[in-house]
């Protein structure tokens, strides 16, 4: 069994998509962080919807990408402020992360 583990991470992108795909409104984002360059990790976006992503959905979206939750791990949710660079003003931000482990035979 393949040991590595990673993050992922899922937020509501108000303002656009980090890629691959854009978006015509607001729409929640799920990454997983590797090495390399942002643009190139795994990423899948839901069409435009500000309804959090069930947990089905999630790990449907995590398989998709090649991997799944860790074992015994469950998804973390945090909130801050958005960034400054932002063209609304500032609000909370939910962000939810987990640590994944590439499937057998999977992309990673």
Known sequence: MNKQIFGAQ????????TGPATADGPCWQLYVAM???VSEWP?????????IPTLGERAW?????????A???EWEWTEHEGPDYH?????????CSAKVRPLEGGAA
């Open 61 to 69: 979206a995590l398989a998709d990408l090649g991997f799944a939750l």
């Open 10 to 17: 899922m937020s509501l992108r108000c303002c656009g998509t």
């Open 43 to 51: 990423t899948y976006t839901w069409p435009p919807t500000a309804e």
């Open 71 to 73: 074992e015994g791990v």
């Open 87 to 95: 063209p609304h003003p500032a609000r909370v931000l939910l962000l």
């Open 35 to 37: 090495t390399g360059l």
